[in-house]
C-alpha cells in the first residue's frame, strides 16, 4: 500500500491535501439546517461542527435524513434554511471553491458508465480544471491504488458493484480534495477491497484530510471512526468522539437506544420448531 503521508511523494498515491492547522475552521460546520419535501421535514434544525483532520461516522436509521444532510452539506441540494460552511467558506455563497475542497461520493448516484473507467476519472480530472498531464498521472496513480489498473480500459456499465464503488472513489480523490463526504462506501465491497479501501481513507486523514462516511454498519463506524453523530428524524441525538457516544457500550446499542423502534418479540408460535 503506498503511503499517503505528505512528505512521500516519490511513490504513486492518492493526490494528498495539505495538513490543515490545527487552530483552522472545522472541515464543515452546519447550523440550523433545514430542509422539507411537501408536507416531510426530512431535516429540522440540525447542527453539526465536523472537527478539521477527523474520520467522522455519520450513522442514522432509514429516512433519518443522512444522505438528504450530506447532499446539502455539499452542495447538491439547496436547503430551506440554515448555514453551511466547509473549512470556513460558505457552502451557497462560494460553491466554486466549496466544490475544489470537498470529494463526494454519492450512494446511487449514476456515473456516466458508458465510459471506461480511465475516461470517467480523466473527465471528472479535467472539470475540476486541472491541466490534461496532471491528470492523466493521478488517474494512473489511483487505478493502481484502488486495483483497477487491469479495467480502466473496461467500460463502467461492465464493471461490478464493487469496482463502481471503488471508480467513483477514485473520481472523488483525483483533485486533491480536503474534505470527502462518502455515503455507504462499502456497500457491495468485497472485504479486501474493502480493507484496502479503509487503508487509503486512513492515509487520506494522516495526511491531513478529513473523511466523512455516512454507513448502517456500526461496527465498521466504531473501528473505523474517530467521531460519530448519530442522526434521528432530521436532527442530531448524539455527536461527539466515538467513545464519549457510545458512553461505554457498544455503537450498536447506544444507536438503538437513542433511536428507538426496536421490538422484544418471539414472533408466532409457528416460527418455532419444537
Not at 487509503?200 to 466523512?212: K, S, W
Amino acid at each position: 500500500m503506498t503511503d499517503l503521508a505528505p512528505e512521500s511523494t516519490a511513490e504513486p498515491g492518492v493526490p494528498t491535501p495539505p495538513p490543515a492547522a490545527p487552530s483552522g475552521p472545522p472541515a464543515l460546520h452546519i447550523e440550523g439546517l433545514r430542509k422539507s419535501f411537501g408536507a416531510k421535514r426530512a431535516v429540522d434544525g440540525l447542527g453539526l461542527t465536523v472537527p478539521t483532520g477527523s474520520f467522522y461516522g455519520l450513522v442514522g436509521p432509514n429516512g433519518a435524513g443522512k444522505t438528504t444532510t450530506l447532499s446539502m452539506a455539499t452542495g447538491l441540494l439547496r436547503p430551506d434554511a440554515g448555514t453551511i460552511t466547509v473549512l470556513g467558506t460558505d457552502v451557497w455563497r462560494e460553491p466554486v471553491k466549496v466544490k475544489s475542497l470537498v470529494g463526494v461520493l454519492s450512494d446511487g448516484v449514476e456515473l456516466f458508465d458508458r465510459l471506461t473507467g480511465e475516461q470517467l476519472v480523466t473527465y471528472h480530472g479535467l472539470l475540476h480544471g486541472m491541466d490534461r498531464a496532471t491528470v492523466v498521472q493521478r488517474t494512473a496513480d489511483l487505478l493502481e491504488l484502488l486495483d483497477l489498473q487491469g479495467t480502466g480500459g473496461t467500460l463502467v456499465v461492465d464493471y461490478s458493484a464493487g469496482m463502481t464503488k471503488k471508480i467513483a472513489l477514485a473520481c472523488a480523490l483525483v483533485h486533491a480534495p480536503r474534505l470527502l463526504v462518502l455515503d455507504e462506501p462499502f456497500e457491495s465491497v468485497d472485504p479486501v477491497s474493502a480493507a484496502n479501501i479503509r487503508d487509503i481513507l486512513e492515509q487520506f486523514v494522516r495526511g491531513g484530510g478529513t473523511v466523512i462516511v455516512s454507513s448502517h454498519s456500526m461496527d465498521l463506524v466504531q473501528r473505523m471512526c474517530d467521531h460519530v453523530a448519530v442522526i434521528g428524524a432530521g436532527r442530531v441525538l448524539a455527536a461527539g468522539t466515538t467513545e464519549e457516544v457510545r458512553a461505554g457500550s457498544s455503537l450498536e446499542d447506544r444507536f438503538v437506544e437513542l433511536v428507538g423502534g426496536r421490538r422484544h418479540s418471539e414472533g408466532p408460535a409457528w416460527l418455532h420448531t419444537s
